[in-house]
């Protein structure tokens, strides 16, 4: 038997979209970067830094531009914040849109999305066909809660409690997805029931499995 859901949150990017992570791979191989050097970028200062500023609104793109390439430049590489701000709207994943079809069918959608202010709408891209593909997604969700708005970003537990109030449910009765384990500790924490995105096939095995809804 599987537990009746009143909810499924999301987040966007590396779940409805293919992951920056892939993009930031390639970017790094190109240049011959260490593995995984702008996420550890990221994830250095990661409650201050220029990252965190950007999805938060407290620094403009052209601001963020340059105050990412001294971080990178502190950890020994020249890497301009531009370059990483054209590598983070990935491709969309149809079966994944699909899916949250179905799961509106059964409760709420929701959105969390941390993201910048930077090209046409939430999506993050300047390229005008995909930012409207990309808004017809974000138009189906029943509450959509975006970091750059609000000035509060995940994993800040106060994201979550403001997406359950908004949709009016209990956490505990509510599965959310995201592809960083690090956003997804306050969801558990609080009683959701939570999916590591790690691809597409493997997160509509495991909404499939939690759900028992008829996604594919």
């Not at 593995?35 to 550890?40: G, L, W």
Request: proline share 5%; net charge negative.
């Amino acid at each position: 038997m599987t537990k009746t859901f009143k909810a499924v949150i999301w987040d966007f990017g590396g779940v409805f979209t293919s992951s920056p992570f892939d993009a930031f791979a390639r970017y790094e191989a190109e240049r011959g970067l260490p593995r995984n050097f702008i996420r550890t970028v990221n994830a250095t200062n990661p409650l201050d830094n220029a990252w965190a500023r950007l999805e938060q609104s407290k620094v403009t793109a052209a601001e963020f531009d340059g105050m990412f390439r001294e971080e990178a430049k502190a950890l020994g590489h020249d890497v301009p914040g531009g370059d990483i701000l054209a590598l983070l709207s990935g491709s969309l994943r149809p079966r994944v849109v699909e899916a949250l079809k179905v799961c509106k069918q059964h409760g709420k959608v929701g959105c969390i999305t941390n993201n910048a202010p930077i090209g046409k709408g939430a999506s993050m891209t300047n390229d005008a066909d995909k930012a409207a593909q990309l808004a017809h997604v974000f138009d189906q969700f029943d509450h959509l809660i975006e970091s750059s708005k609000i000035g509060i970003r995940k994993p800040d537990p106060r994201i979550y409690a403001l997406m359950c109030e908004a949709l009016d449910v209990d956490p505990s009765d509510c599965v959310y997805l995201d592809d960083l384990g690090i956003n997804l500790k306050p969801a558990r924490d609080m009683g959701m029931t939570t999916i590591k995105v790690l691809d597409e096939d493997q997160l509509l095995a495991d909404l499939k499995a939690a759900t028992g809804y008829a996604v594919v």
